[in-house]
Protein backbone atom coordinates (compact mmCIF):
# COMPACT_ATOMS: atom_id res chain seq x y z
CA UNK A 1 0.00 0.00 0.00
CA UNK A 2 1.04 3.26 -0.71
CA UNK A 3 1.79 5.57 2.21
CA UNK A 4 0.98 9.33 2.85
CA UNK A 5 2.03 11.09 -0.30
CA UNK A 6 2.46 15.42 0.39
CA UNK A 7 2.60 18.15 -2.46
CA UNK A 8 5.02 20.30 -3.07
CA UNK A 9 7.73 18.99 -0.51
CA UNK A 10 9.32 21.94 -0.48
CA UNK A 11 7.98 26.07 -0.87
CA UNK A 12 9.34 29.39 -0.12
CA UNK A 13 7.31 32.15 0.03
CA UNK A 14 7.42 35.87 1.35
CA UNK A 15 5.28 37.41 3.67
CA UNK A 16 1.93 38.48 2.85
CA UNK A 17 1.54 35.52 0.52
CA UNK A 18 -0.84 32.52 1.02
CA UNK A 19 0.10 28.87 0.00
CA UNK A 20 -1.90 25.60 -0.35
CA UNK A 21 -0.73 22.46 0.92
CA UNK A 22 -1.90 19.24 -0.08
CA UNK A 23 -1.82 15.68 1.30
CA UNK A 24 -3.41 12.63 0.07
CA UNK A 25 -3.89 9.69 2.70
CA UNK A 26 -3.03 5.95 2.99
CA UNK A 27 -5.88 4.21 0.63
CA UNK A 28 -9.02 3.73 2.81
CA UNK A 29 -8.35 6.14 5.36
CA UNK A 30 -10.59 8.34 6.42
CA UNK A 31 -9.14 10.73 9.00
CA UNK A 32 -6.03 13.42 8.02
CA UNK A 33 -4.69 15.42 10.65
CA UNK A 34 -2.09 18.30 9.95
CA UNK A 35 0.37 19.07 12.09
CA UNK A 36 3.30 21.44 12.57
CA UNK A 37 6.58 21.43 13.49
CA UNK A 38 9.31 23.53 14.80
CA UNK A 39 12.57 23.47 16.63
CA UNK A 40 11.16 25.88 19.55
CA UNK A 41 7.27 24.57 19.70
CA UNK A 42 8.01 20.75 18.28
CA UNK A 43 5.19 18.91 16.83
CA UNK A 44 1.73 21.41 17.23
CA UNK A 45 -2.06 19.60 16.48
CA UNK A 46 -3.65 21.83 13.50
CA UNK A 47 -6.94 20.51 12.69
CA UNK A 48 -8.28 16.99 11.44
CA UNK A 49 -10.53 15.91 8.44
CA UNK A 50 -13.00 13.12 9.06
CA UNK A 51 -15.44 12.19 6.04
CA UNK A 52 -15.17 15.93 4.83
CA UNK A 53 -16.08 17.61 7.99
CA UNK A 54 -13.25 19.16 10.64
CA UNK A 55 -14.09 17.23 13.48
CA UNK A 56 -10.98 18.72 15.80
CA UNK A 57 -9.04 21.78 15.68
CA UNK A 58 -5.85 23.19 17.26
CA UNK A 59 -4.71 26.69 18.53
CA UNK A 60 -4.10 28.25 15.77
CA UNK A 61 -5.22 31.52 14.51
CA UNK A 62 -8.15 31.50 11.73
CA UNK A 63 -5.00 31.95 8.51
CA UNK A 64 -5.14 28.12 9.15
CA UNK A 65 -7.51 27.17 7.11
CA UNK A 66 -8.23 23.65 5.57
CA UNK A 67 -10.85 20.82 3.68
CA UNK A 68 -11.46 17.51 2.61
CA UNK A 69 -12.60 15.92 -0.11
CA UNK A 70 -14.52 13.33 -1.04
CA UNK A 71 -12.16 10.99 -2.29
CA UNK A 72 -10.17 11.71 1.47
CA UNK A 73 -7.37 14.01 -0.15
CA UNK A 74 -6.81 17.44 2.29
CA UNK A 75 -5.36 20.60 1.73
CA UNK A 76 -4.68 23.28 3.85
CA UNK A 77 -4.24 26.88 3.17
CA UNK A 78 -2.40 29.28 5.34
CA UNK A 79 -3.06 32.91 4.27
CA UNK A 80 -1.15 36.24 5.10
CA UNK A 81 1.88 34.34 5.55
CA UNK A 82 4.22 35.46 8.63
CA UNK A 83 8.24 34.73 9.51
CA UNK A 84 6.77 32.71 12.16
CA UNK A 85 5.37 30.41 10.09
CA UNK A 86 8.19 28.25 8.54
CA UNK A 87 7.99 25.52 9.64
CA UNK A 88 7.59 21.65 8.33
CA UNK A 89 3.74 20.64 8.02
CA UNK A 90 3.05 17.06 8.02
CA UNK A 91 -0.44 15.67 7.29
CA UNK A 92 -1.30 11.96 8.73
CA UNK A 93 -3.79 9.49 8.01
CA UNK A 94 -5.84 7.21 10.11
CA UNK A 95 -7.65 4.45 9.17
CA UNK A 96 -9.49 2.59 12.37
CA UNK A 97 -12.48 2.80 13.80
CA UNK A 98 -13.83 6.30 13.41
CA UNK A 99 -10.89 7.38 11.89
CA UNK A 100 -8.68 6.61 15.52
CA UNK A 101 -5.94 4.37 15.73
CA UNK A 102 -2.26 4.74 14.77
CA UNK A 103 -1.41 8.10 12.24
CA UNK A 104 0.77 7.28 10.03
CA UNK A 105 2.57 10.21 8.99
CA UNK A 106 3.79 11.88 5.30
CA UNK A 107 7.09 13.18 4.42
CA UNK A 108 6.09 16.81 5.34
CA UNK A 109 6.28 20.01 3.41
CA UNK A 110 8.58 22.26 3.75
CA UNK A 111 7.65 26.43 3.90
CA UNK A 112 10.14 28.29 4.16
CA UNK A 113 8.70 32.55 4.52
CA UNK A 114 11.08 35.48 3.74
CA UNK B 1 -4.15 22.03 30.37
CA UNK B 2 -2.29 19.46 28.38
CA UNK B 3 1.53 18.95 29.36
CA UNK B 4 4.08 15.66 27.90
CA UNK B 5 7.29 15.48 29.62
CA UNK B 6 10.19 13.46 28.47
CA UNK B 7 13.83 13.67 28.75
CA UNK B 8 15.69 15.95 26.16
CA UNK B 9 18.76 13.96 24.97
CA UNK B 10 20.20 10.54 26.04
CA UNK B 11 23.08 8.76 24.91
CA UNK B 12 24.12 5.37 24.51
CA UNK B 13 26.32 2.78 23.15
CA UNK B 14 25.21 0.12 20.21
CA UNK B 15 23.87 -3.13 22.31
CA UNK B 16 22.90 -1.69 25.18
CA UNK B 17 19.47 -1.37 26.51
CA UNK B 18 18.11 2.26 26.90
CA UNK B 19 14.79 3.44 28.43
CA UNK B 20 13.33 6.33 27.66
CA UNK B 21 9.88 8.03 29.67
CA UNK B 22 7.39 10.00 28.98
CA UNK B 23 5.04 11.50 32.02
CA UNK B 24 1.42 13.16 31.34
CA UNK B 25 -0.83 15.24 32.61
CA UNK B 26 -3.86 15.63 30.24
CA UNK B 27 -7.57 16.70 30.39
CA UNK B 28 -8.92 13.04 29.50
CA UNK B 29 -6.80 10.08 28.02
CA UNK B 30 -7.41 7.80 25.28
CA UNK B 31 -4.10 6.44 24.06
CA UNK B 32 -0.22 7.01 23.81
CA UNK B 33 1.86 6.83 20.71
CA UNK B 34 5.68 6.34 20.41
CA UNK B 35 7.06 7.59 17.29
CA UNK B 36 10.41 7.48 15.73
CA UNK B 37 11.87 10.23 13.47
CA UNK B 38 15.36 10.39 12.01
CA UNK B 39 16.69 13.98 11.54
CA UNK B 40 14.87 15.73 8.30
CA UNK B 41 11.90 13.04 8.29
CA UNK B 42 8.45 12.35 8.96
CA UNK B 43 8.10 10.77 12.23
CA UNK B 44 7.28 6.88 11.95
CA UNK B 45 4.88 4.99 14.60
CA UNK B 46 6.95 2.44 16.88
CA UNK B 47 3.82 1.68 19.00
CA UNK B 48 0.37 2.46 21.16
CA UNK B 49 -0.86 1.88 24.61
CA UNK B 50 -4.33 1.89 25.24
CA UNK B 51 -4.18 -0.52 28.53
CA UNK B 52 -1.72 -0.55 31.31
CA UNK B 53 1.24 -2.99 30.54
CA UNK B 54 3.79 -3.67 28.18
CA UNK B 55 3.58 -3.75 24.05
CA UNK B 56 6.59 -6.26 23.18
CA UNK B 57 6.86 -5.33 19.52
CA UNK B 58 10.98 -6.87 18.90
CA UNK B 59 14.10 -4.87 19.79
CA UNK B 60 10.89 -2.21 21.26
CA UNK B 61 8.76 -2.32 23.78
CA UNK B 62 6.27 0.46 25.53
CA UNK B 63 5.30 0.28 29.28
CA UNK B 64 1.77 2.17 30.45
CA UNK B 65 0.61 3.08 33.70
CA UNK B 66 -2.42 4.93 33.19
CA UNK B 67 -3.07 5.83 37.01
CA UNK B 68 0.22 7.20 37.36
CA UNK B 69 0.50 9.21 34.00
CA UNK B 70 3.66 7.62 32.63
CA UNK B 71 4.72 5.39 29.98
CA UNK B 72 8.54 4.28 28.66
CA UNK B 73 9.85 2.92 25.61
CA UNK B 74 12.83 0.19 25.94
CA UNK B 75 15.06 -0.02 23.44
CA UNK B 76 17.13 -3.12 23.27
CA UNK B 77 20.20 -4.48 21.50
CA UNK B 78 20.91 -0.15 20.71
CA UNK B 79 22.08 0.39 17.31
CA UNK B 80 23.75 3.45 15.02
CA UNK B 81 20.52 3.64 13.11
CA UNK B 82 18.44 3.77 16.08
CA UNK B 83 20.01 7.48 16.93
CA UNK B 84 17.01 9.73 16.39
CA UNK B 85 14.12 11.73 18.21
CA UNK B 86 11.65 9.48 19.91
CA UNK B 87 7.99 11.54 20.29
CA UNK B 88 5.88 10.22 23.01
CA UNK B 89 2.06 11.87 22.14
CA UNK B 90 -1.07 10.95 23.94
CA UNK B 91 -4.90 11.46 22.44
CA UNK B 92 -7.53 12.54 24.98
CA UNK B 93 -10.61 11.36 23.52
CA UNK B 94 -11.44 8.85 21.12
CA UNK B 95 -10.67 11.01 18.17
CA UNK B 96 -7.33 11.54 16.60
CA UNK B 97 -5.73 14.61 17.64
CA UNK B 98 -2.25 13.68 18.78
CA UNK B 99 -0.59 15.57 21.91
CA UNK B 100 2.97 15.37 21.20
CA UNK B 101 5.81 16.13 24.05
CA UNK B 102 9.21 17.94 22.56
CA UNK B 103 10.48 14.62 21.99
CA UNK B 104 13.89 12.57 23.49
CA UNK B 105 16.90 13.02 21.39
CA UNK B 106 18.90 10.02 20.90
CA UNK B 107 22.69 9.33 20.34
CA UNK B 108 23.59 6.19 19.73
CA UNK B 109 27.79 5.45 19.73
CA UNK B 110 30.35 2.74 19.21
Known amino acids: KAGVTQTPRYLIKTRGQQVTLSCSPI?????VSWYQQTPGQGLQFLFE???????NKGNFPGRFSGRQFSNSRSEMNVSTLELGDSALYLC?????????????FGPGTRLLVL | GQNIDQPTEMTATEGAIVQINCTYQ??????LFWYQQHAGEAPTFLSYNVLDGLEEKGRFSSFLSRSKGYSYLLLKELQMKDSASYLCAVTTRAGTALIFGKGTTLSVSS
Open chain 1, 27 to 31: SGHRS
Open chain 1, 92 to 104: ASSGGTGGGGAQY
Open chain 2, 26 to 31: TSGFNG
Open chain 1, 49 to 55: YFSETQR
